[in-house]
């Protein structure tokens, strides 16, 4: 998962971006602990692995929220000599904490729950009020999904995200309690265990899938290609830019987004010039997105003909032999005798190719007598 800058007015705050994920996280800790309290009393009274079950998942959704409301207040804080890129990131801990905090509860259920399958313990009468609190604990878990998901929209937080998914899985779960509970009051049949079961695998399921979000983007995900064509777009429609690459964004969580660009510009350009154009993008540029954007400036002898027509010969020499998808900051360089030519060559991402080969093929079947400079970019 990539989190994309928010468009923002100038008076909008950090901690603007992050309250209506601090109103959700509060909400989800009064609302989970009444919720526990409910079941847990009505499953110890029916003997219960499934309901308990299902309430203590309720406990570990309260925890959860607070791990959400205290990653709000860190999140939140701005940047500091020590954290210079704010603290944005820790959103992904909280998330991580989570997933940490329901795997555990799943895994625990789960081998009760095995075990009372094969051992089943005898269940109490049901009453009204059992059908009562876990009715009830649907609508609440309903609405509960309805207000992380209207925040996650908001805030694109990873933790109301979590917490949304672990909603919905909650809607399903408690549905499973419920059943087993009208199962055994109408044939008195004990599926307590298979019960308790399938909703352990769903609350194992649902950590691994927050957990597995929570780590891509503290590891540093790939941006989302729309951000990078965005980006591409905006600084080439900038006059003086012959071209752009090499575009690279790093994000430390919801409004902390730095991309870094190679921007081509004509060789015969003077230095002063070059840099205010630059200048002059960077900052455009991450005042209209939000992004922070460093942008290096590659000077390309667009008006040399014979480097151009060479660069065209490399290119098909190289793509009928092997997967090359591009060559850029091409350039020859006469040193002496000798012709150097220096150039990036993309090549995908799953590719072993190295400049080695490339530079091996090149003398062997292109031109002997230039010497050439290779890097390797894998995209």
């Not at 998942?57 to 704010?86: C, E, Q, W």
């Not at 010039?273 to 002898?301: C, F, K, N, Q, W």
């Amino acid at each position: 998962m990539f989190n994309m800058a928010i468009e923002k007015d100038e008076k909008t705050t950090v901690n603007d971006v992050f309250a209506p994920e601090k109103k959700a996280g509060i909400f989800g800790v009064c609302s989970n602990a009444i919720l526990f309290a409910a079941k847990f009393t009505v499953g110890l009274f029916l003997r219960s692995i499934t309901v308990v079950a299902d309430a203590l998942n309720n406990l570990s959704d309260g925890a959860s929220s607070v791990v959400t409301v205290v990653g709000y207040k860190i999140s939140s804080r701005p940047a500091d000599k020590k954290h210079p890129f704010g603290h944005a990131r820790f959103e992904y801990v909280a998330a991580l904490v989570i997933a940490v905090v329901m795997f555990m509860i799943g895994a625990l259920f789960l081998k009760e729950s095995v075990t009372a399958i094969f051992s089943p313990r005898a269940l109490s009468a049901v009453g009204v009020y059992a059908y009562i609190v876990l009715g009830c604990s649907i609508a609440v878990k309903g609405g509960q999904a309805a207000v992380y998901a209207r925040t996650y929209k908001k805030t694109r937080s990873l933790p109301m995200k979590a917490a949304a998914i672990d909603s919905v899985w909650d809607v399903a779960t408690t549905f499973a309690a419920l059943l087993s509970t009208l199962i055994f009051d109408l044939t008195g049949w004990n599926g307590d265990g298979w019960f308790g079961t399938l909703i352990s695998v769903f609350i194992l399921v649902s950590a691994v899938r927050v957990l597995r979000e929570s780590v891509s983007p503290l590891l540093g995900d790939a941006p989302l290609e729309s951000v990078v064509r965005d980006l591409k777009e905006r600084i080439l429609s900038y006059s003086g830019v012959l071209g752009v690459h090499d575009i690279v964004v790093h994000s430390y969580g919801v409004g902390h987004v730095y991309a870094i660009a190679h921007v081509e510009v004509r060789a015969d350009e003077t230095l002063t010039a070059a840099h205010e154009l630059i200048d002059r993008i960077e900052r455009e540029i991450s005042a209209e997105t939000g992004i922070s954007l460093v942008a290096h400036v590659d000077p390309i002898e667009d008006d040399f003909a014979a480097a151009a027509h060479l660069r065209d010969e490399v290119y098909d020499f190289l793509s009928t032999r092997y997967t090359v998808l591009a060559l850029h900051d091409f350039r020859v360089v006469k040193k002496g005798d000798v012709l150097q030519v220096y150039f990036d060559a993309e090549v995908p991402w799953e590719t072993d190719l190295t400049a080695e080969e490339l530079v091996a093929s090149l003398k062997e079947g292109f031109r002997a007598e230039y010497e050439y400079i290779v890097t390797v970019d894998k995209k």
